[in-house]
């Protein structure tokens, strides 16, 4: 019996280039082709890179989500900050009180959480 591979959606394509898009110009081309031409994939980007910040706010990476936001930005993503604070908030937990306390990274989260408090409020 032969096995079909599948090709991978437009979504999981999308998913996968954000993950290196921030280091890399060829991924933020191919997530704009993407976008451009797939209803469905422009839809879900705001989403995805949600999930992508929160993912690197969750790890202590300050620097990394704050370039996924500003990237976010140029590229006219609507992405809701609001929830951000208290993802950093839980985060925050981890690094200051938790096994993996570092000093550094709580800071660096500190200052993205009043980075983002700044924009929600116009300042």
């Not at 591979?5 to 704009?32: C, F, M, R, T």
């Not at 976008?35 to 999930?51: A, F, G, I, Q």
């Not at 500003?70 to 993802?87: C, R, S, T, W």
Request: no cysteine.
């Amino acid at each position: 019996m032969e096995q079909q591979s599948e090709q991978p959606s437009n979504l999981d394509k999308l998913n996968y280039l954000l993950g290196k898009i921030w280091h890399n110009e060829e991924a933020k081309k191919q997530v704009e082709q993407i976008v451009n031409s797939d209803t469905e994939s422009k839809e879900m980007l705001p989403r995805l890179v949600e999930e992508k910040i929160e993912k690197a706010i969750d790890g202590g990476g300050a620097d990394s989500a704050r370039g996924m936001i500003e990237l976010a930005k140029e590229q006219g993503v609507n992405l809701d900050l609001k929830a951000f604070p208290k993802i950093i908030d839980k985060a925050l937990k981890q690094f200051v009180n938790g096994e993996n306390a570092d000093v550094e990274i709580a800071q660096s989260l500190l200052k993205l959480q009043k980075e983002i408090w700044d924009s929600i409020e116009g300042k």
